[in-house]
């Protein structure tokens, strides 16, 4: 392990990517606690402790930026919402999506600007929205001088820390190791986790009569965090292989083909993609009803809605599940990939190509996907279960989805320097 740790620090571009990773972390960091203007810091005080089970979930990705109210308050959920939007445009209902996401690298670079464009308008509209509804929520107190363009320039403030944010997850996907959004939620949620430890032991341990009964508790959280952490390790790696043979062919003098390869599938290949959507989506209507709290229709959806109650809980898990074979079957097109097959020569074991070869990979991807979304719902819901069992605060309830986000975001990191150094012939984390 150690070995492994030192090989890391000798490869001289894997230790620059390492360094630009860290590097745009720190930066990360330190926007989270630089505030927007014209906000009245006292009156958000009392945001915190009031509203802490509303905005715990948002506060989590954000990396605390949330209850700072700081220029990346909204983190990158803009940006989550603009890939949905983007993604569901291209199955088909825009024709010109649909081919340029059959295009390759080119097709993709053009999707990613328009989701850039999306992330901008849902930023725009989401920070006035913010502001708006924070400031009427609490009396129109939030925001000192509010008029249009005070609410303009805080929107125009949130907004543009939601695009550089965007840029910077850009750059570690480019210049870093790993994909950068996925690494700066990973930054958000590992940054949350000594207040988390500080409010578990302040609720369950400074002037408790109970000392025995929440050591217990605290055990009983340990072995579920631990068994999580196995789990989302065992199913990530799980892999279900296909095997493929080619025919020989004979091109001049040269004979091509006839080796044997296979197709690996992995049991989970959205990854915590469909997590992070679920949670999204979930908390956009609870985050809408806050700002008309004393509604009845918004009451009762802060009341039934949260995913720690049973409606909210039903519809995390249909999300997770949804999203899981949405995200899978966008990444892998089993007609395509047939198509592929066919036209090199290939074709599994007992499946005629063309046809009968997509529609066998599509049954196997039904499968194995469904088997990978129950675990990642398991996962996500279990945790909450055991949170509102043991009595935690709802603003430390999200450690399963926090938990199966960050071992996600490591596993493929870790990969990623496996990767760089197997190219270099260091043995690597994995391999042996």
């Not at 810091?41 to 009392?46: C, I, N, P, R």
């Not at 930026?65 to 700081?70: R, T």
């Not at 340029?100 to 990613?112: R, T």
């Not at 500080?198 to 109970?210: K, L, N, V």
Request: aromatic share 12%; no cysteine.
């Amino acid at each position: 392990m150690f070995k492994t740790l030192s090989n890391i620090w000798k490869v001289e571009d894997l230790r620059k990517r390492i360094l630009f990773t860290l590097f745009i972390l720190l930066i990360y960091r330190i926007g989270a606690f630089i505030p927007v203007p014209n906000i009245d810091k006292s009156v958000f005080d009392q945001i915190n402790s009031e509203q802490a089970s509303l905005f715990g979930v948002l506060n989590t990705f954000s990396g605390g930026a949330l209850f700072q109210f700081s220029i990346f308050a909204m983190s990158i959920v803009p940006y989550i919402t603009a890939s949905i939007i983007v993604q569901l445009l291209t199955m088909d209902v825009i024709p010109k999506f649909a081919e340029w996401a059959k295009e390759g690298e080119n097709g993709k670079k053009k999707l990613a600007q328009i989701t850039r464009y999306g992330t901008i308008i849902l930023g725009l509209i989401q920070a006035f929205a913010t502001a708006i509804g924070f400031n009427r929520q609490y009396n129109f107190q939030f925001v000192v001088d509010p008029g249009f363009a005070t609410y303009t320039m805080i929107a125009i403030v949130l907004t543009a820390g939601t695009a550089f944010l965007m840029w910077l997850g850009e750059q570690i996907t480019e210049k870093g190791i790993g994909n950068g959004i996925s690494i700066i939620i990973f930054a958000g949620i590992v940054a949350g986790f000594p207040g988390h430890i500080r409010t578990i032991y302040a609720d369950q341990f400074i002037d408790s009569d109970q000392l025995f009964l929440n050591i217990v508790k605290a055990l009983v959280i340990l072995i579920a965090v631990v068994a999580i952490i196995v789990g989302v390790i065992f199913v990530q790696q799980g892999i279900r292989k296909i095997p493929v043979q080619y025919a020989k062919r004979v091109v001049g003098r040269k004979m091509y083909g006839g080796q044997s390869t296979h197709i690996p599938l992995k049991v989970n290949g959205a990854g915590v993609i469909p997590v992070i959507f679920a949670v999204s989506l979930l908390m956009f209507p609870v985050t809408l009803a806050g700002f008309w709290a004393d509604k009845p229709w918004a009451q009762w959806v802060t009341k039934h809605m949260y995913y720690d109650q049973p409606l909210g809980m039903v519809l995390y898990v249909l999300l997770i599940i949804g999203f899981t074979f949405f995200y899978t079957f966008v990444q892998i097109n089993p007609v395509q990939m047939a198509d592929q097959m066919k036209k090199n020569g290939g074709y599994i074991p007992g499946v005629r190509p063309g046809k009968p070869t997509s529609t066998y990979i599509t049954r196997v991807m039904s499968r194995i996907t469904l088997s990978g979304a129950l675990f990642l719902s398991i996962i996500s819901v279990l945790p909450v279960a055991f949170g509102a069992l043991a009595g935690l605060p709802r603003s430390v309830q999200i450690g399963g989805t926090s938990l199966l986000i960050v071992v996600g975001v490591a596993l493929d990191t870790m990969k990623q320097i496996e990767t760089q150094l197997i190219k270099r012939h260091y043995k690597g984390f994995i391999n042996k």
